[in-house]
């Protein structure tokens, strides 16, 4: 199929699909005589594996590592369980990170009159000031 049909079948657009051959996720498409590229069910299972990994919040290096666990049919299951172990532990972090922003701005709205008056500890904040 072409970079179009393999976009709609995989919902992976077609300018990601230029760019996982670019950075060498995808292999380079067999292309027609004309010069378009051709996909094979082999490079869509691959461009499916690639957007649900995105889909989870892997890392484009992460997926690289998934990609040769995948076809490595000999790899232990462990090595697989340890990267998604890895990612938790990352998620964890960034949902601590915006746990901590949501808090922050929600105690700067508390304490924001939202009136008529232009003192605004939100935006004293953000120029540096003090949080309140």
């Known amino acids: 199929m072409n970079i179009g049909e393999a976009a709609k079948t995989t919902g992976v657009s077609a300018k990601m699909i230029r760019h996982y051959e670019s950075i060498g996720l995808l292999p380079e498409a067999a292309r027609t005589e004309s010069g378009y590229r051709q996909y094979g069910d082999k490079d869509i299972n691959t461009l499916r594996f690639i957007r649900h990994s995105r889909d989870l919040g892997f890392s484009l290096e992460q997926i690289r590592t998934l990609l040769g666990l995948w076809r490595d049919r000999r790899r ?3 090595q697989v369980k340890a990267l ?5 532990d990352e998620l964890d972090a960034k949902l601590r990170e915006l746990q901590a922003m949501k808090a922050t701005l929600a105690h700067l709205v508390h304490c924001c009159h939202g009136d008529d008056r232009p003192d ?11 949080t309140g």
């Open 76 to 78: 232990p299951s462990r």
């Open 84 to 88: 998604a172990q890895a990612h938790i």
């Open 120 to 130: 605004c500890p939100i935006i004293e904040t953000l120029q540096g000031g003090a």
